[in-house]
Nanobody, 121 residues
Framework: QVRLVESGGGLVQAGDSLRLSCAVS????????VAWFRQAPGKEREFVAV????????NYADSVKGRFTISGDNAKSTVYLQMSNLKPEDTAVYYC??????????????WGQGIQVTVSS
């Protein structure tokens, strides 16, 4: 059974840092890339960052470039999203997903349950 479980969310102040974790189980870690998405209240879910399963490739949304870093520990089947210099507009439910990533496109196949990140001003 494929599972993605996010952790590490919470309430922080603007300018703070936070690290989200996504633990992947079900034997898919070396098959799929892992991406982070987020959904703010009243808005559509949007792409944040993606990492290929081997870590050789990654990509970020323009809104988080230079502030967020995606990384992974293949031995732990876990992907991280290090978020720095957080802004109130980063407030959202963050989801990790196992995705097909290639040719500039991302297609999500499995989703985590999501975790809340709230940034106060």
């Amino acid at each position: 059974q494929v599972r993605l479980v996010e952790s590490g969310g919470g309430l922080v102040q603007a300018g703070d840092s936070l690290r989200l974790s996504c633990a992947v189980s079900g034997g898919i870690f070396s098959t799929y890339a892992v991406a982070w998405f987020r959904q703010a209240p009243g808005k559509e879910r949007e792409f944040v960052a993606v990492r290929s399963w081997n870590g050789y490739n990654s990509n970020y949304a323009d809104s988080v470039k230079g502030r967020f870093t995606i990384s992974g520990d293949n031995a732990k089947s876990t992907v991280y999203l290090q978020m720095s210099n957080l802004k109130p507009e980063d407030t959202a439910v963050y989801y990790c997903a196992a995705v097909y990533y290639g040719g500039g496109s991302i297609s999500a196949n499995f989703w985590g349950q999501g975790i809340q990140v709230t940034v106060s001003s």
